[in-house]
């Protein structure tokens, strides 16, 4: 299982924010230190779909969160709803 706990945003020409890259780690019980690209963890998610997961830190604890998904080769989704952008935004920024 792949786990993103942290986002980094950047900002387009029109002023919206969009995830450049994400952290990620392969262990529910330490803070991610992998970086990548937004477009890698597409990638991979659409090679090995049903394998990554958000997670957080509450408590001294980290949790496991809720499913990626990726909605039209272009935004990273924990949800399932109509919305194309990114939604992420509840994780940490780095």
């Keep these: 299982?792949?786990?993103i706990d942290a986002v980094?945003?950047?900002?387009?020409?029109?002023?919206?924010?969009?995830?450049?890259?994400?952290?990620?780690t392969n262990s529910l019980n330490q803070k991610a230190t992998d970086i990548c690209t937004k477009q890698s963890m597409i990638n991979f998610i659409n090679e090995h779909p049903n394998r990554t997961k958000t997670k957080f830190?509450?408590?001294?604890t980290w949790h496991e969160g809720e499913d990626v998904r990726v909605v039209d080769n272009s935004y990273l989704?924990?949800?399932?709803?109509?919305i194309k952008?990114?939604?992420?935004?509840?994780?940490p920024e780095f």
Excluded: C, F, P
């Design 57 to 60: 830190y509450r408590n001294g």
């Design 8 to 24: 980094h945003y950047e900002t387009d020409r029109y002023g919206n924010r969009y995830i450049q890259k994400v952290k990620w």
């Design 85 to 91: 952008s990114d939604n992420l935004g509840e994780l």
């Design 1 to 3: 299982m792949v786990y």
């Design 77 to 82: 989704r924990t949800d399932a709803n109509t």
